[in-house]
């Protein structure tokens, strides 16, 4: 059975940093690109980022591209995902999602 | 980029209804579109991939259809479980893109 778990969210103060982080299992974690995909308070889905499985390719959704940063260790079947810079803004929901697969959600705020 | 215009935004609609939604691409997107159902408080469901394939485990009164740039999820029968909010999204280029979805309530 896939399972995606999220940790790392949490409440942050305008232009501060937050990662997260996301456990995969249950599946062959190398093989497959894994997303970011978020949806803020009341709203709909909003894809953010992906990258491909051997971590070589990413790609970023323009309202994230050069503050947010997408990797995985292989490894350690582990996707995260760094948020520099945050805004009011970036509060949302991030869910860490295979194609067919997504995790609980992880609870970001960004607040003073 | 890609936009995705879903209709209507809001349906309502009574067990028993056929019920139909509509995702339009602003360029053609071959078969590159997903389909998912999200019900509060919880994470999206994969209904269906590649417009018209069905996911492991959905009920089959479920079903999609089109390309390029005109994509219908239809619910042939709707069901107590089905109320929920349902969105598209197209897997044809980056940055991946979704629908603004379309709440199905009951009427």
């Known amino acids: 059975e896939v399972q995606l778990l999220e940790s790392g969210g949490g409440l942050v103060q305008p232009g501060g940093s937050l990662r997260l982080s996301c456990v995969a299992s249950g599946f062959t974690f190398s093989s497959y690109a894994m997303s970011w995909v978020r949806q803020a308070p009341g709203k709909g889905l909003e894809w953010v980022s992906a990258?491909?499985?051997?971590?070589?390719?990413?790609y970023y959704a323009d309202s994230v591209k050069g503050r947010f940063t997408i990797s995985r260790d292989n490894s350690k079947n582990t996707l995260y995902l760094q948020m520099n810079n945050l805004r009011a803004e970036d509060t949302a929901v991030y869910y860490c999602?295979?194609?067919?697969?997504w995790g609980q959600g992880a609870l970001v705020t960004v607040s003073s | 980029d890609i936009q995705l215009t879903q209709s209507p935004s809001f349906l309502s609609a009574s067990v028993g209804d056929r019920v139909t939604i509509t995702c339009r691409a602003s360029?053609?997107?071959?078969?590159?579109l997903a389909w998912y159902q999200q019900k509060p408080g919880k994470a999206p469901k994969f209904l269906i991939y590649a417009a018209s394939t069905l996911q492991s485990g959905v009920p089959s009164r479920f079903s999609g259809s089109g390309s390029e740039t005109e994509f219908t999820l239809t619910i042939s029968s709707l069901q107590p479980e089905d109320f929920a909010t349902y969105y598209c999204q197209q897997l044809n280029s980056y940055p991946l893109t979704f629908g603004g979805g379309t709440k199905v309530e009951v009427k």
């Open positions: 999602a295979k194609d067919d697969s």
């Open positions: 360029q053609g997107i071959s078969s590159y």
């Open positions: 990258v491909s499985g051997s971590g070589g390719s990413a």
